[in-house]
């Protein structure tokens, strides 16, 4: 089933990315290997940086696309502290045109296309004239970011491919397709199966499928891996069986 949602909606489309905040940071490497597979496994994404670092690797990356790759990460993360409008914009658009001289320098490297089409979500959030035109260059770079390098971020490339089909409006005006979405979260799921952003993302999805016995079964499995904090008592075992048997209750064609 084919959903159409508002053109706003698919400015928001960069939700399919991971949250900076949320991922586990660790120290990036100075430098990126020439060899895209080893630079796709060893660099770390959303590594914490300054402006002052963006603009000294920016001032570099000219010939050198693990430096690229290094700035334009650190665009990202520069744009999610940022609160003005037209900075976060620019950053997007300088982060862009770094990871898309990654690509032309490392065309195989799925890490340099999956900030490629991240880097352009960005700007199309920050520019809602432009936004529906960006689209296909999102969808273009996250394909072979997906086709190259899966694993990148937890799923990222197919998680960023889920939330796009969900999000965009449907023919004729954009290519929105919930059931390919269900595809793209599952491969996302296969890839990073302890990231929640992945089932959650499958879980509306299928909703939008209106596969509602399919979704029920998945968000008992996300909630089943999210004890409470205060640890797990009878009452949330007891709670965790009723929404299980719930799941259950539905059409066995929305469960199988």
């Known amino acids: 089933m084919t959903i ?6 698919v400015l928001f489309l960069v939700g399919a990315c991971a949250k900076v ?4 940071r660790q120290s990036a490497k100075e430098t990126v290997d020439k060899d895209p597979a080893a ?3 060893s660099f770390v994404l959303w590594t914490p940086c300054t402006r002052k670092q963006a603009i000294q690797w920016t001032a570099t990356a000219g010939k050198d696309a693990g430096t690229a790759i290094k700035a334009a990460s650190c665009y990202v993360v520069l744009i999610k502290q940022e609160g003005d409008k037209v900075l976060m914009l620019a950053d997007a658009r300088q ?3 770094l990871a898309e001289a990654a690509v032309n320098m490392l065309p195989n490297s799925g890490l340099a296309h999956y900030l490629a089409a991240y880097l352009t979500g960005l700007e199309a959030e920050n520019d809602p004239v432009r936004g529906l035109n960006l689209v296909p260059t999102i969808e273009r770079e996250a394909l072979l970011a997906a086709k190259l390098s899966p694993k990148i971020d937890h799923g990222g490339p197919d998680r960023m491919l889920g939330e796009l089909y969900l999000r965009a409006p449907g023919f004729p005006v954009s290519f929105g397709d919930s059931s ?14 302890g990231f929640k952003e992945n089932r959650l993302g499958l879980i509306e999805a299928l909703l939008a499928e209106e596969e509602p ?3 029920c079964l998945e968000l008992h499995r996300l909630l089943d891996d999210m004890p ?16 299980k048997r719930m799941c259950s209750m539905q059409e066995p064609e929305d469960i199988y």
Request: charged share 20%; glycine share 8%.
């Open 213 to 215: 016995g399919q979704a």
């Open 228 to 243: 409470p904090a205060h640890g797990i008592t009878p009452q949330w075992r007891e709670a965790m069986a009723l929404l």
């Open 180 to 193: 390919k979405s269900v595809v793209h979260y599952r491969r996302a799921l296969d890839h990073g199966l």
């Open 21 to 24: 905040s949320d991922l586990p």
């Open 95 to 97: 982060g862009r045109n």
């Open 39 to 41: 630079a796709d496994s």
């Open 4 to 9: 159409v949602r508002s053109l706003l909606v």
